[in-house]
């Protein structure tokens, strides 16, 4: 039965050897056809490339890189158009895709199509050979994006485009008041308007490209509900004032609404509910403060006493005076807030400042406990304007108080010299010449001190001599003229000549002047407390002397026929070293000298017309 069996099954199995050994044999040959085709097909287009292949409905098949190159370059369009739309906000704009930066590379386009069908490694050229008999193969374009064009372009339609934001606003003209409207503010956001054209360029996106804009939205759109409020501050004048109080007097400045108009600005309040306040230019408000800063300052003045030899104590002679000066960042808020409120007037916030002496102070307190020094000049022969300087100059420092260690200028404790501060027309001298001018005679006070300072023993930090040797300061009591004295005056022409020392002691100074008509004399007087230092002093008097040129006649004619009136008088040039050492307990506490010349000094005489005798002149 096995045996009978056995037969029919090895028939099948041979039957299935030789089907499969055909079949083998049938795909070797096909397999043989087909690389033969495809080698065939190959070596027809050796060179060019294979038939079917497109780019952008472009067909380049059976073209040579070069043709398919110029013809690229000549037909490719952009999603079937070379130009786009870019959406701003409702505005549509179209460009060319050029403009953006986006050009095809027609070079690698042709040279990637040429490979099609080429392209190794193996699995991927089997694969294109699947559709390398294709009759329509779509290929990618080979694309460049220049960015930079791209950035050129937006930022000219966002230039284009921009609006700024405006607030609405008030203006003025003249001084009447308009409102100006507010406008939305629009501006390209370049960085996510660019990222849109890079997603067209890298995934072929075709119709509109959004760019982004932002709108910036103002808080006020329409301002005219405020034109009352402005209105009224330039109805009328706005007017600035000092408080009264601490011995000052109210102080007025008017701003004409004329002059007010040009500084007026106007700033809008609040966030959610805006509003426009009329406010000062801040700079023309600093400028203006300051301008009046400077009227309104005024340095504490210390009392002044009177040391009273018999009880030792000392007596009030005037109130001190607290000084003033403006609150610069409190009045501008001021002046500020009450323009905002619809105000015409302002009250300036000043700091007043004590003086570090008060008017109870006790010569002890002060440590003026004795007179240490005094000093006397003479005036014989000055006529009473000059007598009237000499007074108006010396009370000035009536009462004075010098604190410890501080440097004493005469030009800062002294007023103006003018004929509005009391002063008279006398004999000064002036660019070399003895002239009449306002204050002479004030000389007389600054060589007073100056002689009551160095005898006293302070440091003289600033001194000048006069031009020439003038008698009163040479004369002694009984109007004796005493050469001594030549090298111990000081002159003074304020503000650029001074006379400075040093009370370099450990207590106050007081001084006090006073001036005796009948005696010719002008007294200073310094209260403090000694402190042991002794003044020992040397002059050379006048050495290198030099004999004056002859007098000078000169023709006056608002003189009489036959008058003669002398204006300036001679004096004898010389040279004068003043030395001084100042000790206390054997020590040496500093040696200074002042050293002087003198110019030779002509009389000069004016005379009439007419008037005979008059010396025949020469510039000896």
Known sequence: MSNGNSRPHNQVVDLILQTLTALSIGFFIFIFILFFI????????????????????????GLTVDEAKI????????????????????????????????????????????????????????????????????????????????????????????????EAGLKVDGTRVAATTGQIGQALVMNTSLAAIREYFTK???????????????????????????QKILDQPFIIETPEGDGYLKRTWTITPENLAPMLVFKISGKEISSIIPQINEEHLSDMLESISEQVISFPEKPRFIFNDDTRKLDLFSAGKNGRTLDMKASIEIIQNALANGNHQAIL??????????????AQELGITELVHQESSYFYGSDQARIHNIETAANQFHGLLVPPGEVFSMANAMEEISLDSGYSEALIIYNGKTIEGIGGGVCQVSTTLFRTAFFTGFPILERYPHAYRVSYYEKVSGNIRDSNLAGLDATVYIPLIDLKFKNDTPYWLLMETYVNRSANRLVWKFYSTHDGRIVNWT??????????????????????????????????????????????DGDILFNDSFFTRYEPWRAVYEYGPGTAGIPTQNED
């Open 38 to 61: 495809i080698t065939i097909f190959q070596l027809t287009y050796n060179g060019k490339i294979f038939p079917g292949v497109n780019v952008g409905n472009i067909c380049i098949g």
């Open 71 to 166: 013809r690229l370059t000549q037909s490719y369009q952009f999603s079937g158009s070379d130009y786009l739309t870019l959406k701003y906000l409702d505005e549509s704009i179209p460009v060319e895709v050029a403009q953006l930066g986006i050009r095809l590379d027609a070079t690698s386009t042709a040279k990637e199509a040429f490979q099609f069908g080429r392209s190794f490694p193996f699995e991927k050229w089997v694969w294109q050979q699947v559709f390398i008999f294709a009759s329509h193969i779509d290929l990618a374009p080979v694309l460049i994006f220049d960015e930079q064009a791209a950035v050129d372009l937006l930022q000219k339609i966002g230039n284009e485009r921009a609006q700024p934001l405006v």
């Open 204 to 230: 072929s996106k075709p119709g509109i490209i959004d760019l982004q804009v932002v709108e910036q939205h103002p808080t006020m759109i329409d301002a005219n509900e405020f034109i009352p409020l402005a």
């Open 349 to 362: 916030s000043v700091d007043y400042h004590i003086p570090e002496v008060s008017d109870s102070s006790s």
């Open 539 to 584: 002059t050379t008097g006048p050495i290198n002397t030099v004999e004056p040129k002859k007098p000078l006649y000169q023709l006056n004619t608002d003189l009489d026929t036959g008058k003669i009136k002398q204006i300036d008088w001679e004096a004898e040039g010389a040279d004068v070293t003043i030395s001084r050492t100042v000790s206390r």
